[in-house]
């Protein structure tokens, strides 16, 4: 089973802040849109940033701008580090 992922609180992304993530080949990054009310998180594997990594390969979801939403995103992080065979320990 894969170890827990280390993610900023909430005051972290009030304050405008993206955060990036990995464990093993799966990446994520979490982009907070405060204009637009949602945290966008978007997932990938490979060896690339997500900047450098095509659309395609990429999956994105969006949450409230709230704690709660917060909660939400991590546990979508979570279950799809969970579908990723070679997820680091």
């Known amino acids: 089973m894969a170890a827990d992922i280390w993610i900023e609180s909430f005051d972290y992304f009030r304050a405008g802040n993206r955060f990036a993530g990995s464990s093993g080949p799966f990446s994520f ?3 907070p849109q405060k ?3 949602v945290l966008r998180v978007v ?3 490979g ?3 997500c900047e450098k990594t095509e659309e395609a390969q990429k999956e ?3 949450f409230d701008y709230s704690q ?3 909660a939400d995103a991590v546990a979508w992080i979570d ?3 969970a579908a990723v065979p ?3 320990d």
């Open 43 to 45: 997932t990938w594997c």
């Open 29 to 31: 990054k979490i982009f």
């Open 35 to 37: 204009d637009e009310d």
């Open 68 to 70: 709660q939403g917060l």
């Open 79 to 81: 279950e799809k580090r």
């Open 47 to 49: 060896p690339f940033c």
């Open 86 to 88: 070679d997820a680091a």
């Open 60 to 62: 994105s979801a969006e």
